[in-house]
Each structure stands twice: as C-alpha cells, then as structure tokens.
C-alpha cells in the first residue's frame, strides 16, 4: 500500500511539474518599459517611455517591453500569455495592446499580440519584426538599437488603428491665435504703408534728420513685438519633449495568442 501511495504521489509530482505547477512568475509592471534583465540603458530607456506614453496617448494603443533574464525552464509562449492576461496591455474592449518580451538568458523574443490589433499586426509581420529588425542588432551586441527599432517598427504597423477617446476640452488659445493674426498684421502693415505715404507727401525737404521722418519704423517694430507676443501667449507654461505625462496603468485589453517568437 505504501508503495502504490509513493508511486501516486511521484506521478502527481510530475503532472503537476509538466503543468507547470512551478511556472515563472509573473512580475508587476511598473511601466511601459521593464528591464528586469538590465539590457536597455538609462537614456534609451527614457526615450522608449516617452515614445510608449506618446503612442498610448494619441492613439489609445499600448505596447509594453519585458525583458527578464531568464525563463528558469519555463516555455516562452506560456510565460508570454500569462503575463498577457496578468497586465491586461491595451483598452478594455479594444484588446489594443502589444507586449515585446525577451529572456536573456535564453535568447529568445517574443510579441504577443491583443485581439483587436492581430488584423494590423499579424503573426507574419511580428515574425518579421523580429528576424528582421531586432534579432540582428541583438547578434551584434546592440540592444538598445534592437529594442529601439523594434519599438518603432510595432508602433508604425498599429498607428492609427485605434483612436484614443478624450473628454471634450476648449479649444486651445494656438489653434486660434494664427486666424486672428494674419487679418491682424495685414491691417498693420497697411495701416503703416498708407501712413508712410501720406508722411512723405508732406515733408518739403529730404533730410534724414527731419523728426517727421523718424517715426516709420516705430508701426513695423510694435507690429513685430504684437506678434511675438501673441504667438508666445498661446504656449502655455513649461517645456519638455514629447507632450509630458506618465505612466498612468494598462487599460484591461484581452489576448488569444496571436503574435510570433524568435531568437538571436
């Protein structure tokens, strides 16, 4: 009896390993961009989020980066889903999420692809993106290139599928201010002109001293400072690139499998 107990017990052990029982953990993000295998630097790591965030907002589309160093014996395509399902990329309803993730350790990639954007970004193209464009900046030692391009080459074949949805906000002061300014400076630069004009009519004499001949830059100079300042006016406070903003969550997109694997 206790050798038929033994025996259960050493089956169960290996269907339950088989299963993976003891699969990789999935880890939380914290980002567009989460290099647990620190193959990415500090610099190209900024520009990635920016990109990611700029992406995420002008088209509702996320995409996230994964690396981690290795799959401790885990399938890439298992580890792959379950973080899928676990981080939820991309809009609820819209599945517009994309997840690149690579394991160091074992060389491989893989893009899985949400439901709403396998018609754009198929498993064919994935599979492209990743011979073509990462894998070979990956074998000449170049992450960064690799994971720049590759970030790049996803968010052209998405762009534009999905549109983001924002409230209604004003009208912004600089989609206004070039209507008004054009009628503004026509106006000036006649208003000067006809006066110029009318300056010389009456002065009797030629000398450049004259005071009444002094005052014909003073229209063109005030018009030059209107401008600037009204142009100046509608930018607003701050600076920085890209439009600003952080990171604010995944949005519950859906996966099915769809995208591709490689190596390097």
Known sequence: MRTLLSAVFGALLVVLLATGAWALDVPPHKGYVNDLAELISPATRRILEQKLADLDRSDSTQVAVLTIPSLEGDSMNDFSIRVAEEWKVGQKGEDNGVILLVSKADRQIR????????????????????NNVISPQFKAGDFDAGFMDGVTAISGAVRGEFKAKQASKPRSRRGILPLLVIPMMLIIGLTEMFGRARRQGQLVGDDENDPRRRGTGLGSTASTLLLLSMLGGGRGGGGGFGGGGGFGGFGGGGFGGGGAGGGW
């Open 111 to 130: 893009i899985e692809v949400g439901y709403g954007l396998e018609g754009v970004l198929t498993d064919v193209l994935s599979g492209q993106i990743i």
